[in-house]
């Protein structure tokens, strides 16, 4: 059964710009699209809230899940969390396969 991950990102004011630039500078972006089972990993700013970065991911498997959450790009990302952060909402749902 597929993984669908819905992540919303609060950020500090003024800075989501800059917590998305670094999170594409550094690669974790492009390292979790590379990662066995990965098929959606996309960031999008929302229009109603300038502080909001959400992240939208679709996985093959929720072990798939588990093993991007051990990657050191998934730890380096936790740590640009503590520096950029405010709050973190994350919604997972399962997606049954036809």
Do not use: C
Request: glycine share 6%.
């Amino acid at each position: 059964m597929k993984q669908f991950v819905e992540v919303h990102y609060y950020v500090k004011d003024g800075k989501r710009d800059e917590f998305y630039r670094t999170i594409m500078e550094r690669g974790i972006a492009n390292a979790s699209r590379g990662e066995e089972g990965n098929e959606k990993y996309d960031y999008y700013f929302s229009p109603d809230n300038e502080n909001e970065l959400l992240l939208i991911e679709l996985w093959a498997s929720a072990e798939a899940v588990q093993e991007h959450g051990q990657t050191a790009h998934f730890k380096e990302l936790g740590e640009l969390k503590q520096e950029y952060v405010t709050d973190t909402i994350i919604r997972r749902y399962d997606i049954a396969e036809d």
